[in-house]
Each structure stands twice: as C-alpha cells, then as structure tokens.
Nanobody, 118 residues
Framework: VQLQASGGGSVQPGGSLRLSCVAS????????MAWYRQAPGKQRELVAD???????NYADSMKGRFTISRDSAKNTVLLQMNSLKPEDTAVYYC?????????????WGQGTLVTVSS
C-alpha cells in the first residue's frame, strides 16, 4: 500500500489550498484517516482526523478554517484549508490506518509542503 499526497504549494495569507491523499494497493481496507503537519524546528502535530464513520476532530488552531473529508470508495482523504496564515507553513502528511484482515497499521504519505507568505 502506498499513500500519495498532493496539493501543496505557495499561497498568500488569507488564501486557500486543498490537499489530497490517495491510498493505492490491494487487499486492504481503511479505518481512520488524518492529516498531520510539521513546521521547521517543531514536532509533528495533528491537524485533523476523520473516522471510518465520518466523525471529525480538529486541532484548536484549525477549527473553523480547515475541513477534513474522505471518499472511502476512492481511498482518499482531503483537507480544505481556508484563511491560511503564515504559521500554517509546514510539511503536511497524510496518515491512514490500513487494515489487512484483523491487523491495522499506520501508513504515511510522503508529505507535501505548504508555504504561506506574502
């Protein structure tokens, strides 16, 4: 199974970006999905996650600005980011709980860089 993230780029403060991450492979199912980010010199932090039933959770600083969603049929998780701030600059990583039979593993995408600057 491989996770491929896309959608990062450079944007001015107040702008928007939409990140996408798709899982490819065979013989698996997906539980929870999430986005994390890591800014330079900082630890990786949770941005938002979404359960297999659609329940969502956001870090406080992202509430009201970011929206996580999933298309389970397409093995895809999305992150719509609005009202971006310079402090949102980071590498964003998607995470999925990949299930093989009764076993579940954490899989990560390669990261996509988001730069918010004027």
């Amino acid at each position: 199974v491989q996770l491929q993230a896309s959608g990062g780029g450079s944007v001015q403060p107040g702008g928007s970006l939409r990140l996408s991450c798709v899982a490819s492979g065979r013989g698996f199912s997906i539980g929870g999905m999430a986005w994390y980010r890591q800014a330079p010199g900082k630890q990786r932090e949770l941005v938002a996650d979404i359960t297999s039933t659609g329940w969502t959770n956001y870090a406080d600083s992202m509430k009201g600005r970011f929206t996580i969603s999933r298309d389970s049929a397409k093995n895809t998780v999305l992150l719509q980011m609005n009202s971006l701030k310079p402090e949102d600059t980071a590498v964003y990583y998607c995470n999925m709980k990949i299930r093989f039979s009764i076993y579940e593993y954490d899989y990560w995408g390669q990261g996509t860089l988001v730069t918010v600057s004027s």
